[in-house]
Structures are given as C-alpha cells and as structure tokens.
T-cell receptor
Framework: DTGVSQDPRHKITKRGQNVTFRCDPI?????LYWYRQTLGQGPEFLTY????????KSRLLSDRFSAERPKGSFSTLEIQRTEQGDSAMYLC???????????????FGAGTRLSVL | DAKTTQPNSMESNEEEPVHLPCNHS???????IHWYRQLPSQGPEYVIH???SNVNNRMASLAIAEDRKSSTLILHRATLRDAAVYYC??????????FGKGTRLSVIA
C-alpha cells in the first residue's frame, strides 16, 4: 500500500500527558498537511510543510502543539500537556507538488483518533 | 477563503442518480471547485474538481453553473458504498483545504 500512513490509529491518554503522532506521506510528495476533526465537523487545517519547511500554522495550533518534518519525509505532530479538548481525529494529507491541475489533489491518511481522559 | 453552502443531508435510493448541490456566490476567478468525500472511519477522499467547464471522471460528474456561483456533484448510480459526507470546497492553487460541514448522503437499498 503506497498511500498516506498514520500511526498510531488510536491513542488514549490521560490529561496532562504528552502524545506524538507520525505521518508517512506518499513517496515524493513534497507537501504535507495536518488537520484536526472533531465529531460532526469537517476537518480543520492545523499546519503544512513544503519539504522540511513549515510554511503555515493555523491559530488553532496552540503553543502546546508542535510539528516537524525532518528531511522532508515523514512528519510528527506532538501535543504537550494534553487537555480533554484535544480529543479529536488528527488527519494527515500529502500532495505531490505546487501548481495547478491534478497536482493539487490531497491524499489523506485514515487518521489518528486521540482520546484524552 | 470563500464559503460554500451545502444541505446538511440528502437521501437517495440505490442505483439512482444523486445530485448534490453547492452554492458559492462569492467565488473568485482563481478559485477551483473541489469535491471530497469522507466515508465512515476514513480520511477524506478526492472526488473531482473543476474551474469553469463541466468535468467527468470515473467517480462522478461536476456541473458548474455559467456564472460559477453554484455547482452540482452528480453520482450517476448511487451504491451503498457512496454513503459518505460530501464536501464542496473552493481552493486557489495548492492552499490548505477549508472544509465546511458537508452533506451527509444516505443511500437506501
């Protein structure tokens, strides 16, 4: 399977703990996006990378959130001191290139569901 | 980002065509109209996109109004596997996607 891979699929943690999620994009896709989705809502943009550079961060991304994409390959999203409000599905997507047409399609992973108790 | 308006839910019988509407009255000249869908327990999946002309692919057709202020996603023969939330999104270039709540499509056998 050469799609976007996310790990873990589910994470249960206690309030105040730190968690880290991993996303492996489709090979050679140079753009990588993180979204968050709560129940009954559409996904909300968090941040994105072009290669290893983090180009944009949403105001939803508080100081407790940090994302990295070393060497422009996989990416990690860390949440420090988790709160119950962080409970959500965290989705990762990748796209092949900047530009128009089919190169703009985003391919999503199945997500990591976080439950903060 | 320009906003889109979609019905909260729609229902269709299996093997019948489905027309999912989307209004985007504030669309700009550089906005493409994208449709994604999200099946239960999965990430969103690209369906189709277009700029001005109607578009067809193996999944669906996209009919775009002449003034571009509305569009319709057409599933020619709905199957149970098409039950999902369908999102209509306006997008310029390779910017992040801005999702609304979408339309939840139910397909009845």
């Amino acid at each position: 399977d050469t799609g976007v891979s996310q790990d873990p699929r589910h994470k249960i943690t206690k309030r105040g703990q730190n968690v880290t999620f991993r996303c492996d994009p489709i090979s050679e896709h140079n753009r990588l996006y993180w979204y968050r989705q709560t129940l009954g809502q559409g996904p909300e943009f968090l941040t994105y990378f072009q290669n290893e550079a983090q180009l944009e961060k949403s105001r939803l991304l508080s100081d407790r959130f940090s994302a990295e994409r070393p060497k422009g390959s996989f990416s990690t999203l860390e949440i420090q001191r988790t709160e119950q409000g962080d409970s959500a599905m965290y989705l990762c997507a990748s796209s092949p290139h900047t530009g128009g047409g089919t190169k703009n399609i985003q391919y999503f992973g199945a997500g990591t569901r976080l439950s903060v108790l | 980002d320009a906003k889109t308006t979609q019905p909260n839910s729609m229902e269709s019988n299996e093997e019948e065509p489905v027309h999912l509407p989307c209004n985007h009255s504030t669309i700009s000249g550089t906005d493409y109209i994208h449709w994604y869908r999200q099946l239960p327990s999965q990430g969103p999946e690209y369906v189709i996109h277009g700029l001005t002309s109607n578009v067809n692919n193996r999944m669906a057709s996209l009919a775009i109004a002449e003034d571009r202020k509305s569009s319709t996603l057409i599933l020619h023969r709905a199957t149970l596997r098409d039950a999902a939330v369908y999102y209509c999104i306006l997008r310029t270039g390779n910017t992040p996607l801005v999702f609304g709540k979408g339309t939840r499509l139910s397909v009845i056998a």
